[in-house]
């Protein structure tokens, strides 16, 4: 009967879970009694590429979106068909790239189960749709930068010298 009543309290209760931002102020400005702070360390990403090796990865894999529009009024149409169809090279070779990988970790999945003649049939089939638009970020399949320059540099979409670019 106590148990029935706590439980009827807190379900009663105005501020429930709602908080006034004191939990922020605490994570922002930190405890004022022991005089520390708490603030995130900003941890920032470098890679071994350089300004130009970075600028043609970016135009493979966005295509047209890095220039503004000024800049793409002043390419010609030849630059522009270049740098699109390179940018849906790209993106199908990526597409193929997300889709193999999930079909490596369901296949780890998939081979916990030893007796299933299902499971192994899927296993045993590996076919990967080039025209199948994957929606998964490569951070959700852990897939780095490195991986994905090797991969469009195998496909040719990044220059043969692309590794000896130097930055001016």
């Keep these: 009967m106590k148990k029935e009543q706590q439980i009827e309290r807190l379900r009663s209760r105005s501020e429930k879970v709602y908080t006034n931002g004191q939990l922020l102020d605490y ?10 702070y708490y603030t995130p360390e900003q941890q920032y990403d470098t890679d071994s590429y350089n300004q130009v090796q970075n600028f043609l990865y970016k135009r493979a894999l966005f295509g047209l ?9 002043e390419l010609t149409p030849k630059e522009k068909f270049k740098i699109i169809s390179l940018q849906h090279k790209a993106v199908k070779e990526m597409n193929v790239l997300k ?7 369901t296949n780890n999945i998939l081979a916990l189960f030893t007796q299933s003649t299902l499971a192994q049939a899927i296993i045993d089939d590996n076919y990967v749709n080039p025209k199948l638009s994957n929606k998964f970020t490569f951070s959700d399949l852990n897939i780095k930068k490195d991986q994905v320059v090797a991969r469009l540099h195998k496909a040719r979409v990044l220059p043969e010298n692309f590794y000896q670019i130097k930055s001016n």
């Design 27 to 36: 994570k922002i400005y930190g405890d004022k009694k022991l005089r520390r």
């Design 65 to 73: 979106n890095i220039y503004n529009p000024n800049e793409v009024k």
């Design 99 to 105: 889709q193999q990988r999930i079909i490596q970790s």
